[in-house]
């Protein structure tokens, strides 16, 4: 077991997502609020142009700019994919230990309650997350392979993840996911202290993962132009198991579209708003019991 | 009484919200489905820059760019205020009679159901509101005085009017609102062709009128910054009553703010998220009803 030395909180990674931007803002006033004894937290602000300009980004999604070989690039001269190096310096600076864990405050339009992003499924992730879903009953854990993650801001580190909560709408507070998310915090800097203590008790040996399997567009024309939406029926149902048959979209025309996938699916992000320009109507999980081995 | 020769339905006007854009859409490619007999129909893309952008306008809110003043004004010539020109040619063309009723779709992040906004209580206005909050049971009427919507789209007729749907993301299509919208236009519509034949029946001489009182900013420092957030207890309460002592804000250190007014008022655009930059937290209406004389 290694003892983790340094936290950072980044808000604002996304520009109008105003629950982390807030909060991280916060933090930085109150910095005694994220403070532990057995190792140092630092607050960051991912995007602060498009925090100004409450914006997701201003050139690019800077939360897609991580990837090893983009952060190496000098050709990449956006204004996220500057930041992202600079994000790298500050986080990861050349020949020093770079910060063990990355906690990552998003906020989604999608129904999905607080849910933890996990591109690792390593002993520590899995049991940080394990710990964090016992002390909510809305907190539900996700996993993409590193081959969807390794762009994120928390892949610069091993220990890295995402809170994201929702549903809130861009440029929008809201008052209950604000405390949500801060007690959630709270709860992993807690969980990390109690780890470099060699004090952790976790209440079970199990946790469900929703773990990512395909991403679903809307309906289309030959243009490309939306030709559809997220049929009522499936609105605000993250999370619920999706069967063959059941409805997911509606067309403009007053079609309806079922789901005709041959296993039961969990779908997230289902009409995340910045996800239209992505192609993504929703996502497809596959929900896992996995048992935690000491 | 006077015939209805044209009527203008207008979407994205502010560009991300999707309700009016995709509805417009729909409604240019089929425009069968917005004709009647008796007047013509036109269907008109608001701000088609900030559509293509997702954004609710690029240089300035278009619908503050109407006032009659502004529209004379040459050195006026940001986007914006440029497009309010163009639009005034089209639907307003010089030395030409202009449209009739003007249909102006939009979308917000409170709770305001399917909400009438009206800049004028005309005689014409207030019987095809009332027969519209006769159509559906969410349907409300609002009311600000033309000091407050001189510069809005839809005040280039003293017949026009917005459709206000929610509460629905910026950038997100909510299949509900869509529908409900499309039979609300479509209402208006069949409204329209009737009083032209006087068919008109109302099934009531009363209509409930939400009458804007004033603007509340969300708690602030010295600096301009917020402190708080709408309080649980408010967020999603448009059009509730709220009285001396009511929670409305909740700061940021988890500090409850009462409302201290002394008279009851019904709060709407609670939240909203295009309204932070305007430091709008809510309005306060107070509540009417009228009697409608023949």
């Known amino acids: 077991m290694v003892k983790i030395n340094s936290v950072a909180i980044v808000g604002g990674t996304h520009g109008n997502e105003l629950t982390g931007v807030f909060l991280a803002q916060k933090f930085q006033r109150n910095l005694e609020l994220v403070s532990r ?3 140092n937290t630092q607050v960051l602000l991912g995007n602060p142009l498009a925090i100004e300009q409450c914006r997701r980004y201003i050139d690019k999604d800077l939360n897609r700019c991580f990837k090893p070989n983009d952060l190496e690039n000098a050709a990449l001269t956006s204004y996220e994919e500057q930041r992202a190096k600079q994000i790298q310096q ?42 964090l879903s016992s002390v909510s009953d809305d907190v539900r854990v996700c996993y993409s392979s590193s081959s969807q993650s390794d762009s994120y801001l928390d892949s610069l580190s091993d220990l890295g993840f995402a809170i994201e909560v929702g549903p809130v709408a861009q440029g929008v507070l809201n008052a209950e996911l604000f405390q949500k998310t801060e007690r959630l915090v709270n709860a992993a800097l807690d969980y990390i202290e109690a780890y470099n203590s060699r004090q952790i008790v976790n209440t079970s040996n199990k946790i469900t993962i929703y773990q990512f399997i395909s991403a679903i567009d809307y309906p289309k024309n030959a243009h490309g132009e939306i030709q559809g939406m997220i049929h009522p029926n499936l609105q605000f149902k993250d999370y619920e198991p999706l069967n063959k048959g059941d409805l997911i979209f509606l067309t403009f025309a007053g079609e309806e579209i079922t789901y005709e996938g041959e296993f039961t699916v969990y779908p997230i992000f289902i009409n995340e708003a910045a996800y239209y320009e992505k192609g993504v109507a929703m996502c497809f999980t596959e929900k896992q019991e996995i048992v935690l081995i000491e």
């Open 37 to 39: 004894p057995s190792f």
């Open 90 to 131: 500050i986080l990861r600076p050349s020949n020093q230990l770079g910060v063990d864990v990355i906690i990552d405050l998003h906020s989604t339009t999608s129904n999905m309650g607080i849910s933890i992003l996990l591109s690792h499924k390593n002993h520590f992730l899995l049991n940080l997350a394990q710990y």
